[in-house]
């Protein structure tokens, strides 16, 4: 299947846990491409059905010299690929696949999952925000089709750089299980990368004020280790568990024994504002409540299916009034019967069918 059906894809991301992109590979290689997904991963192979995936073994594991080599390693992968579209997951693989396109005629796809510049790790840090800004500035309108995950950063690309995106939200397949305890309303839980700005600090200093509750974190971050030390500071050990990363299986798995979903994210970082979240909809799918930040995205999901509460800001009051307004059975049990409902309307089986749609109208 040489040429016009073959797609590159190319994504940072450790793939065994990127569901995004394993949904997007899986949806174009069962509309009959043949994909190919170059990325990081933490086993030797990742077996997706119908997709090849390759590992690039870089010897920097971080910072920008990581990112450097990638990148040199990537435009390599792609220089020798024979795929008509080659596909550039965020800002940091979006080079190789711009210098490919232009120079060898291929069609170039650009998916935004985030403000990749405004992220908190960039904030006082404006020499590295002013180089990714000047990538994006460069590369983006190169582009022959821009994806990204919600309506408000679709409106910030198209404004800025004047190129049209398309919004695939970053939602679940239907077949996920659907809690039936209704009992036990003293587990919460986080799920995602455990970075700076996501409210994690918050959550564990709040524990102290919550008597009875259990806080699962599950993933891996930059301030891992950070927030394991504040855990045991505060004597907080036996109450607070660190999971790191899990299977999209098994996080599903240990998901569906929580009560409460966190969604709580620092407004300075503008990334963060315009979000919509995979672990949001993740908790809707699982009819799981969530405590959410009263952002455009969630804002206007929550008004129409009420499946969570909002807090206007991160902070620790606002945050324990909304854990203890779930402790009222009337109103979890309504949030829980509403996410059941709003997992019909948000799921990858309506979006899916727009990313092919778009797909078969390139070049």
């Given at each position: 299947m040489k040429g016009t059906r073959q797609i590159v894809i190319a994504s940072t991301s450790y793939a065994e846990y990127d569901?995004?992109?394993?949904?997007?590979?899986?949806?174009?290689?069962?509309?009959?491409?043949?994909?190919?997904?170059?990325?990081?991963?933490?086993?030797?192979?990742?077996?997706?059905?119908?997709?090849?995936?390759?590992?690039?073994?870089?010897?920097?594991?971080?910072?920008?010299?990581?990112?450097?080599?990638?990148?040199?390693?990537?435009?390599?992968?792609?220089?020798?690929?024979?795929?008509?579209?080659?596909?550039?997951?965020?800002?940091?693989?979006?080079?190789?696949?711009a210098i490919v396109s232009s120079l060898k005629s291929k069609v170039a796809v650009f998916d935004a999952h985030e403000l990749f510049y405004e992220v908190p790790e960039l904030?006082?840090?404006?020499?590295?925000?002013?180089?990714?800004?000047?990538?994006?500035?460069?590369?983006?309108?190169?582009?022959?089709?821009?994806?990204?995950?919600?309506?408000?950063?679709?409106?910030?690309?198209?404004?800025?750089?004047?190129?049209?995106?398309?919004?695939?939200?970053?939602?679940?397949?239907?077949?996920?299980?659907?809690r039936s305890d209704l009992e036990n309303k003293r587990i919460i839980c986080y799920q995602g990368v455990l970075n700076k700005g996501r409210g994690l600090e918050l959550a564990i200093e709040a524990m102290s004020h919550l008597e009875g509750y259990v806080l699962w974190l599950i993933g891996d971050g930059d301030i891992t280790a950070e927030l394991k030390k504040l855990a045991k500071e505060k004597s907080l050990e036996n109450r607070i568990q660190f999971f790191g990363y899990l299977t999209p299986e098994t996080m599903n798995a240990k998901l569906a024994k929580a009560s409460i979903g966190l969604n709580i994210l620092d407004a300075r970082s503008e990334n963060y504002r315009l979000s919509l979240a995979n672990k949001f909809f993740d908790y809707m799918h699982l009819g799981i409540p969530s405590i959410n930040?009263?952002?455009?995205?969630?804002?206007?999901?929550?008004?129409?299916?009420?499946?969570?509460?909002?807090?206007?800001?991160?902070?620790?009051?606002?945050?324990?009034?909304?854990?203890?307004?779930?402790?009222?059975?009337?109103?979890?049990?309504?949030?829980?019967?509403?996410?059941?409902?709003a997992r019909k309307i948000y799921n990858w089986d309506h979006e899916k069918k727009s990313l092919i749609s778009l797909f078969q109208k390139l070049p």
């Open positions: 569901r995004r992109m394993q949904r997007i590979a899986a949806a174009l290689a069962n509309a009959g491409y043949s994909v190919t997904w170059i990325s990081r991963a933490r086993t030797d192979v990742l077996y997706l059905d119908n997709i090849v995936h390759k590992e690039i073994q870089t010897s920097i594991r971080s910072g920008p010299f990581f990112y450097l080599e990638f990148n040199l390693r990537l435009l390599y992968h792609m220089w020798k690929s024979q795929a008509r579209i080659i596909y550039a997951v965020d800002l940091d693989t979006i080079c190789p696949v904030i006082g840090k404006p020499l590295k925000k002013w180089i990714w800004k000047a990538v994006a500035r460069v590369t983006i309108p190169r582009m022959q089709l821009n994806l990204t995950v919600n309506t408000s950063l679709k409106n910030y690309y198209t404004n800025r750089y004047k190129t049209e995106f398309h919004t695939i939200r970053n939602v679940p397949v239907s077949l996920v299980n659907f930040m009263n952002f455009p995205e969630y804002k206007l999901i929550l008004e129409s299916c009420k499946t969570g509460l909002v807090i206007d800001k991160l902070d620790l009051d606002a945050y324990l009034d909304a854990v203890r307004a779930l402790e009222s059975e009337m109103l979890y049990g309504s949030l829980v019967d509403n996410c059941r409902r």
